[in-house]
């Protein structure tokens, strides 16, 4: 490989190296892009997952897992979904 080649590569590499290490905005990676304003019922609900809010996604996340094998998230401030963990817990 010729010297230019490998200059060429070498500046590839620290680009995508410098692309990689960008910090991303907040609240731009959570898993809920959008929430249920409504629950489902209790005896369907097989598993519940919760989120809290870290760096990369600044909003508490509850991802709900029903029988069937669908997935959806929750609005964590219904009174209804708050009802539902303080019950579960």
């Not at 190296?17 to 019922?41: F, H, W, Y």
């Not at 760096?55 to 094998?69: M, Y």
């Amino acid at each position: 490989m010729s010297g230019i080649m490998k200059v060429f590569l070498l500046l590839a590499v620290m680009v995508c190296i410098s692309k990689a290490q960008v910090t991303p905005e907040t609240g731009v990676q959570c898993l809920c892009l959008r929430a249920r304003n409504r629950i489902t019922s209790r005896n369907d609900i097989k598993d519940i997952q919760i989120y809290s809010a870290t760096i990369f996604c600044d909003k508490v996340e509850i991802v709900v897992t029903l029988n069937s094998g669908l997935r959806y998230c929750l609005n964590p401030k219904l009174t209804a979904v708050q009802k539902l963990m303080a019950s579960i817990m």
